[in-house]
């Protein structure tokens, strides 16, 4: 299995990965998803969140994320894209595709890849207000407690 | 010489995304990289203040405190990550 | 949150599901999602499969799963479609879609919509292989525990 | 009157995908229905010859043996289900 990785500045096409995923191959019995987005919070209004990645170690991470994954599920195949640069709320920041023969696999395979690209690959987070104020988003204790159940 | 890069607020603190430095005797692993950074300057003071919350990769590979660099080696040092 | 459901013949269009899932909301911060496809099994080729449903009934159960998913974890929105009719491997099966504020919540919605879809809504299969022979799938038990699980 | 539906291989072995049947008095539940239906020719002797693998709803929700139904009702048999 290569799994597909990629950082981009574009909105993802899930349609497009989803083919590219399951080109040529008849052995999938499912693919589990997890699209991240940004998420407006009523209470503070976001006006765009900047992504800001480490070039290089970011693709290296992530292969590594996958190339974990590929070793603990059968996987067919997966596709781990993130976005950088500036969004806004509504846009998707990342999406995580795995296939598998196995539903349960394919699943606990996803879960396992946007826990893991959470906590471990370099990509950091800047909220801009609405009200011009900015600060950089902090790592959440919950995403490392999701990530070490794995 | 190695090369020291910064993400983030540690980027924004040190006004710069990255450095050539000429690393001085004695200061051999990423804990002490960022201890000398840290007194080198107000810059220095600012990004690491709260040691507690810088992380660092060497050669992009992410790297504790105690682990050692070299010349021509490529240091990073930023906060915890929030992607995804 | 009302859910989308929908029993078709046609290829399920992941991509207008999404955006059909997501249209006007702002507070999503992660979609969950299962696709599962018509799998080929080398050692007995399947040439193809017949989805049988009980119209009514299934819609009924359906609406009742995504009821239950809704009142346990906090969706937005979730989409569950599921065809029938002749598939061929390769083809896709059945869609679900869970949105959430939270990523965790998405995940486990949609695991959950997954395994309770198979265990309590009527749908039944029939595979033909390409030696002619055709036989009705049997329900796993393995499929009864994971959605004994929840 | 009662609207009796068969699915997969019981609506094969019925010979037939749904039926209105008049039900003798005393054929009150469901596993009465599954029995009377078993006993009244071929077909159902084949349909229901395996009464655990047979499964049933009562005006379109899942129901068990002992769940009555009433004149009007629809009642449908079916294998377990394989959907997903």
């Not at chain 1, 991470?61 to 509504?90: F, K, S």
């Not at chain 1, 801009?128 to 159940?149: I, K, M, N, P, Q």
């Amino acid at each position: 299995m290569t799994p597909f990785i990629r950082v981009q500045m574009q909105r993802i096409d899930v349609s497009a990965e989803l083919a590219r995923l399951t080109a040529g191959q008849t052995g999938v019995g499912g693919i589990g998803s997890f699209i991240g987005f940004v998420r407006d919070d009523p209470a503070c209004p976001l006006q765009s969140l900047s992504l800001e990645h480490y070039p290089g170690m970011t693709e290296a991470a992530m292969t590594q994320i996958a190339t974990e994954a590929a070793g603990r599920w059968p996987l067919l195949g997966c596709t781990l894209i993130h976005r950088v640069g500036r969004l806004v709320p509504g846009d998707d920041i990342v999406l995580v595709l795995a296939a598998s023969p196995h539903r349960q696999a394919a699943l606990d395979a996803t879960g396992f890849l946007i826990d893991w690209l959470k906590t471990r690959a370099p990509f950091w987070k800047q909220e801009r207000f609405v009200d011009g104020t900015e600060r950089w988003v902090e790592a959440r204790l919950a995403d490392d407690e999701a990530a070490s159940r794995w | 010489m190695v090369r020291v890069l910064y993400f983030a607020w540690l980027r924004e603190r040190m006004g710069c995304a990255e450095e050539q430095l000429e690393i001085p005797p004695g200061v051999a692993t990423v804990g002490d990289l960022a201890a000398w950074l840290r007194a080198r300057n107000a810059k220095g003071e600012a990004a690491f203040a709260e040691l507690s919350t810088v992380r660092a990769a060497v050669n992009q590979v992410f790297a504790l405190p105690p682990a050692p660099f070299a010349d021509g080696d490529e240091v990073a040092f930023f906060p915890p990550v929030t992607g995804g």
